[in-house]
Each structure stands twice: as C-alpha cells, then as structure tokens.
C-alpha cells in the first residue's frame, strides 16, 4: 500500500468502528497529537486518551482533500461522530499522517478548533 | 508554475509583507475561510477581513509540509507573525488552497484553534 492507501485504509477502519484494524495500523511509538490538546506518545498513551474521549456510537468521516508527498500525507476532513442517544457531532479538521517503513501510521497530527469541539460534543460551559 | 509553487510563491509573498503581489494571486471571486471565523469572500471582503486583523510588521510562514493533489494543494504551517512592539505570535495552523485554472487561489482554508490564536495575539479575555 501506499503511504495514502494506508491513510485511507486507516480512516475506513474508524468508520466501521473496527478499532482492532486501526490499532493494528498504528506504529507503537504512534505520537497523535490533537493539536489543542497533549500529545498522545505511543500506542498505550494513545488508547488511554481514547477512553477518556465522549462515547461514540459511530464515525463517519468524510475526507475531502487528501494529497500525499513522500510517507507525508495530508488530509482535508469532516469528522462526524454519532454520539450515544443518536445526536451528530461534525469537526471541521486537517490532519497530517506520517507513514514509517513499515508501512505503519507513526506521527498523527489534526488541527481543529477546541471551542468548535467542545460545543459539537456538548462538552464544558 | 504548478498549484503547489503558485502556493509556495503565495506564502513567499506573505513572508516579504509584499501585499501587492500576494493579492495579485488571489482570484477575484477568491473565499479565505479561516475555519473557526466566517469566510471572506471576494477579494474586497478579505482585505476588509485584513483591516479587522490585529496589525502585524512581519510574518514568517514556515511550511512543514506540502503536497498536491490536481489543483488542491495541502500545508502544515506554523505561521509565526511579528506584532507592534517584537512580540512573535506563533499559530499551528493546516491549510488547504485550489488554485483555478488561470493559476490564481480561488480558495483557502485555514483550520486552527481560535483559543490559541487569542492567546498568541493577545487577544479578548
């Protein structure tokens, strides 16, 4: 695969909730940073992070550009999260993947806006 | 020049504060959407945007990454600016540009935290 078929292969696995895949697909020293947020360092960290996100009961992202140089791919996305009771969060988002050579996801970098967040998650004041 | 050099020309053009050229690469019907405020559109609606912005005596965009995909052109960026007085505003930011087929940007969006950006500019409370 390459760098953006992995990319896109990583993004169907969140679709289809099959956190199994996606974990599988994640490098084990994987930094995820949400960039209003700590980074996540390594694949422990990243799945700690997870459990403390609002529940979801399904995602749906929508990726509208996507554009790869070299293992670098980037992406243009709205992520849509179904939340438990049926409401629908959407985050405007970009992220930026890493691709190692072992073909793994190593750096994982999505800038959005935290209010944007936090009212789409009917989180804080 | 191809999409990703008008864009890296258009970044250049920012990084010399020379506003003349980087308009002359904006289409006329150009939409900047700065993802977490309202969408400029038109070229007279994003230099009425501009005035609004807080002033700046330089800017130093470095690109961490970039890629292309037909037209659509891809950036990581952190966008650092000088304001009045030395302080340097350092905003994380991805950024996606189309740039139509007679090679001017006819779309922007920018997609970053607007809680770090207040913080950066000293801004609200």
Redesign the interface.
Known sequence: MSPQETVEAFIAAWNRMDMTAAFAMMADDIVWHN??MEPAKGLAAVQAMMANFPPVEGCNWET??????GN?????RTDNFTLVGGKVASL?????FEVNSDGKIAQW?D??????FAREFGLGG
Chains 1, 2 share one sequence.
Not at 64 to 69: G, M, P, R, V, W
Not at 92 to 96: A, S, W
Not at 111 to 116: I, K, L, S, T
């Open positions: 960039v209003p509208h550009s996507i554009a790869a140089n670098t791919v980037l992406t243009e405007p988002v970009m992220g930026t970098r800038y959005f806006d935290m209010g944007q």
